[in-house]
C-alpha cells in the first residue's frame, strides 16, 4: 500500500477491486477542515469517470504496469492480432479496449500496450498521429482550391475524415486519432 499523498497523475491504481488510471489528483486544505486529495480517475475496465475524496492519511494499491511496444498484424473477428516486436509472441487485443481510433489502425503499425503484473491488459494506446494516403475524395476545382471550406474523403483503411478542399487523391495527410481530426498534408 502506497501513501495517497506520493501518487502522480498516470498512475494506475486498484480502487474498490477494478484498475482505475488517475486523470487529475489536487492536494486541498478547505480553511479549518482537514486537508484531503480529490482524485479524478478513469476506470481502465468500464472507460467511466469516477471522481474520489480521499483522507490525507489514506493509502491506495499501486498496480504495477509494463508498457510493451506491439506492431499490428491483422483482425481476426472483433479481435485485433498483436505481435510483440521484442519476442515476437502474437496476442489478441479485443476492439473495445483500442475504441473509436481503431478506424486508423493500419497494417504494420506500433501501439503501445499497458500488461498489468499479472500479464492482463489493462489499455492499448494507438500513436496519437498517423499519417494515411486519401484513397477517395472528390476532385477540386480551381474555385474550390481558393475556399476555405471542407469535404469528406476516405483514406487507406476505409475511414472517412473531413479535409480541406485543395487535398487530392493519393495524397498523403496526418490525422489526430484521439479526435479524428485532419492535421496537415504531409509531403513526401
Request: glycine share 6%; no cysteine; aromatic share 6%.
Amino acid at each position: 500500500m502506497t501513501p495517497i499523498s506520493t501518487i502522480s497523475k498516470g498512475s494506475i491504481i486498484r480502487f474498490r477491486n477494478e484498475p482505475h488510471r488517475i486523470e487529475t489528483i489536487v492536494h486541498r486544505t478547505p480553511g479549518n477542515l482537514r486537508a484531503f486529495y480529490q482524485a479524478g480517475m478513469k476506470n481502465l475496465n468500464s472507460g467511466r469517470n469516477v471522481e474520489h475524496r480521499f483522507s490525507a492519511s489514506d493509502s491506495v494499491e499501486v498496480i504495477v504496469t509494463e508498457r510493451v511496444s506491439h506492431q499490428y498484424l491483422y483482425r481476426d473477428g472483433e479481435d485485433f492480432v498483436m505481435m510483440d516486436t521484442s519476442t515476437f509472441d502474437q496476442i489478441n487485443v479485443p476492439s473495445s479496449l483500442l475504441g473509436p481510433p481503431t478506424r486508423f489502425l493500419k497494417e504494420g503499425m506500433l501501439v503501445d500496450i499497458v500488461f498489468a503484473d499479472d500479464r492482463s491488459i489493462l489499455e492499448a494506446e494507438l500513436p496519437t498521429f498517423v499519417e494515411l494516403e486519401i484513397v477517395e475524395t472528390s476532385p477540386a476545382t480551381k474555385d474550390d482550391r481558393a475556399t476555405s471550406g471542407t469535404k469528406p474523403a476516405v483514406v487507406e483503411t476505409g475511414a472517412e475524415v473531413n479535409v480541406p478542399m485543395f487535398i487530392q487523391n493519393q495524397s498523403i495527410i496526418r490525422i489526430d486519432t484521439r479526435t479524428g481530426d485532419y492535421m496537415e498534408r504531409v509531403k513526401k
